[in-house]
């Protein structure tokens, strides 16, 4: 895990923490294991048969609109470019809609960060028209655009 995620994009991009090392990755992996205990998230690793882990994907469950789910996702450095983040979006996109119930899922991009709206594009999402949302990560300003999963 920590050489899948301390890397420089991973650090600009996502919210993990950076430097990602040994301790971040227990704290991160206690609160995924606390979330998915309660109910909130399911967090897998992007694998290829089952093989060595190269990324993860997230979905993220709403506590206020059950009919409502985000889902994230990040993969090494050396793994990015082979289509593995859009066919892992696509497969817990199926999984939230089919087995999950959920009917709206939706990712939040970074404006900017065109590798993830590729991702966005393969996996079947739309950048919608809402309003971006304005916060600040890591010290720096950041402005996340709202992608929805268009079922047609």
């Known amino acids: 895990m920590v050489g899948l995620f301390d ?3 991973v650090a600009y991009w996502t919210p993990l923490a950076s ?5 971040a990755a227990r704290v991160y992996l206690k609160r995924a294991q606390e979330r998915r205990a309660a109910g909130k998230r399911v967090q897998l690793a992007v694998t290829v048969d089952g093989g060595e882990p ?4 997230l979905l993220m469950l709403s506590e206020l609109d059950l009919d409502v789910a985000e889902i994230g996702y990040a993969m090494g450095a050396a793994y990015r ?4 983040a859009a066919r892992a979006v696509r497969v817990m996109t199926d999984f939230a809609h089919d087995t999950v119930g959920v009917s709206r899922l939706l990712l939040e991009i970074e404006a900017g960060n065109a590798a993830s709206a590729a991702v966005a594009r393969a996996s079947g999402y739309r950048l ?3 309003p971006p949302i304005h916060s600040e990560e890591k010290g720096r300003p950041i402005s996340l655009q709202t992608w929805e999963y268009d079922h047609a």
């Open 7 to 9: 890397d420089p994009d």
């Open 19 to 23: 430097p990602f090392d040994l301790e």
């Open 54 to 57: 190269m990324g993860e994907v």
């Open 81 to 84: 470019g082979r289509g593995l």
């Open 128 to 130: 919608t028209e809402a």
